[in-house]
Nanobody, 126 residues
Framework: QVQLVESGGGLVQAGASLRLSCAASGRTFGSYPMGWFRQAPGKDLQFVAAISWNGAITTYADSVKGRFTISRGNGQNTMYLQMNSLKPEDTAVYYC???????????????????WGQGTQVTVSS
């Protein structure tokens, strides 16, 4: 079955960096976009970033633009989120997601991603 597994979360101080990883198995996602979402306590799931099947196209939420970088690994079944200059408001559970549809524009809505990981906690202290 399809499985997405996130790793790399942790507790850091404001201004620090973290790199999240997402490993996909069970099918090949090399032809499809993938994305990152996050959910802070008491808040709705929020889009963070998405990347095209070949890594050539990316899109980011305004709140992370310039600080976070999404990328894909060799073989395209892995994805990363490099998070720099972390802020307390970045504290959330981070989820990776995989699309199964070729779209004209990268998906940014939760409903457009059929595959999800279990999440990894990122906590940024002030």
């Amino acid at each position: 079955q399809v499985q997405l597994v996130e790793s790399g979360g942790g507790l850091v101080q404001a201004g620090a960096s973290l790199r999240l990883s997402c490993a996909a198995s069970g099918r090949t996602f090399g032809s499809y976009p993938m994305g990152w979402f996050r959910q802070a306590p008491g808040k709705d799931l929020q889009f963070v970033a998405a990347i095209s099947w070949n890594g050539a196209i990316t899109t980011y939420a305004d709140s992370v633009k310039g600080r976070f970088t999404i990328s894909r690994g060799n073989g395209q079944n892995t994805m990363y989120l490099q998070m720099n200059s972390l802020k307390p408001e970045d504290t959330a559970v981070y989820y990776c997601a995989a699309d199964n549809t070729v779209r004209a524009v990268l998906a940014t809505r939760q409903s457009e991603y059929p595959y999800w990981g279990q999440g990894t906690q990122v906590t940024v202290s002030s």
